[in-house]
């Protein structure tokens, strides 16, 4: 069923633009000097959503400031998605079956751990 209280997240690049903070960073792993001395690496934090992303898959900050938007506005049209209604099924008769065997078969073990009542004795 349709959530009537979701929230619906606007995906223009404008408003998303003053709804983000944006942050650089040092990104990491191999590349040397050219990635220790050079803040490339891209973090946007959407405060409405909540939703935080980073990109640093390019040399260039500012390429990684554009793929991180389009990451963010591919994020929130997902979320801006109705929920699809999910379609209840019956249960398939092997698996009612099975469950039946595991219920007697452990029945059958309860069974044989019970204290059996000891025979009078013999004189």
């Not at 099924?89 to 059996?116: D, F």
Request: glycine share 4%; hydrophobic share 30%; no cysteine.
């Amino acid at each position: 069923m349709i959530n009537p209280a979701k929230k619906r997240f606007d995906i223009n690049l404008k408003t998303i633009k003053k709804q983000v903070t944006i942050e650089t960073f040092r990104s990491r792993g191999p590349g040397g000097q050219r990635k220790n001395k050079t803040e490339t690496a891209v973090r946007l934090r959407h405060l409405p959503s909540g939703i935080t992303l980073i990109a640093k898959e390019h040399r260039s900050q500012a390429q990684n400031l554009k793929l991180a938007f389009e990451r963010l506005k591919d994020r929130l049209m997902r979320l801006n998605q109705p929920e699809k209604k999910r379609i209840p099924t019956s249960v398939p008769m092997k698996a009612i079956l099975t469950r039946k065997e595991e219920k007697r078969i452990i029945s059958t073990k309860k069974r044989l751990r019970q204290n059996i009542p000891k025979e009078e004795k013999w004189d």
